[in-house]
């Protein structure tokens, strides 16, 4: 990275034009800086906001030149962006995260390695790359969860399993693919929590969020954690500095954490994963804090510093997905009753401007901010009867 700072008139690139990318736009453009979107959507939700809209695919190298032309630094919204492509640009400009810290949290594996690097513990687990690991699993890890080790997302390519019967059939069905078993943990509470770390080596954090998923994808996210104690909110800000400081990492970094029971009438903390890029749980950042994930996304990548972020309002994010354009699964489309929404008090909707909806499909968020966790929370509450989500 560059020492003195790209100061706002340059121009911030991002490899995908997902909801992330589109985000992390109107941060850079609200700082003054112009913004340039690598996807080969043509509608995609960055690049219809972006100054440049480079549309080409992630490999082309003909398009990654362009890119570099145009910007000045280069960041990503997702993580299965090729390293190739990364350090492509790299040779040209800056960017920030590295490809090596994209890759290792694009494989299970050298994410549970580098976890273990960083005296952060995971789940048990194994690597199942072969019959023969297959046939030599612990049976202290089942039931477990098996996870391909690469481009998995909301809980696709997983499968739980109950025994060695099913744990060969579902290793067949995802394709025989290198995968990771875990053990399947009872889990107490699901946090994650948002570290930014620029290239001096300053980092500043956000408190924790409490996540709730449904069907493998974030639902809602809740902050302040309501289950989680201050002393483990301590531990995965200690155990997420540890994880960005042990790769020399510049960006913002998530890290998923369970609490879980020791199993002998205790708790402990665990690392599930991490995403080298803001998260759908730092949402509510945007409306509830002040400064969000996407402007420290922004400040990394420009060589800014960093301040530390403050929550000024109890929050509660919905995520909205593309069920909700339908009066009834397989029904006539529908659009959401919005106006209901933005009627109840600290309402803030978030729509990505995608053209299509489709069930499970992320096309927005509604963030309700309150002066205290309870109002937030009975306006979020008001907000699923009306948009017929299930209340939590
Ligand atoms: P994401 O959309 O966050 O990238 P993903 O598809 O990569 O999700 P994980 O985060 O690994 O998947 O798992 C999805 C969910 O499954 C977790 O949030 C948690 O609810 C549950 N889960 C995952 N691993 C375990 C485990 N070892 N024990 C119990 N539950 C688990
Ligand atoms: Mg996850």
Known sequence: ????????????????????????????????????????????????????????????????ARLADVADAVTTEFENVPAGALRTLAARRPVAPAADAVAICQDRRAEKAHFERAGVPCAPYAVIDSPAALGAVDASLLPGILKTATLGYDGKGQARVADRNELAAAWERLGGVVCVLEKRLALQVELSLIVARGADGCMVSFPPQQNLHRDGILAVTQVPAPEVAPAWAADADRCARAIAESMAYVGVLCVEFFIVDDGAGGARLVANEMAPRPHNSGHYTIDACDQSQFDLQVRCLAGLPLVEPRLHSPAVMLNLLGDLWFSSAGGPPRTPPWAEVLSLPGAHLHLYGKTEARPGRKMGHLTFTAATPQAAREAALVACDLLGLTRF
Not at 11 to 18: A, F, R, Y
Not at 33 to 46: E, F, G, K, M, R
Request: proline share 6%.
């Open 1 to 64: 990275m560059n020492a003195a700072p790209l100061l706002p008139g340059a121009t911030l690139g991002v490899m995908g034009g997902g909801q992330l990318g589109r985000m992390f736009v109107h941060a850079a453009q609200s700082l003054g800086y112009a913004t340039a979107v690598l996807d080969p959507d043509t509608t995609s939700p960055a690049g219809l906001v972006a100054h440049h809209h480079v549309q080409a695919a992630y490999e082309d190298a003909a398009g990654l």
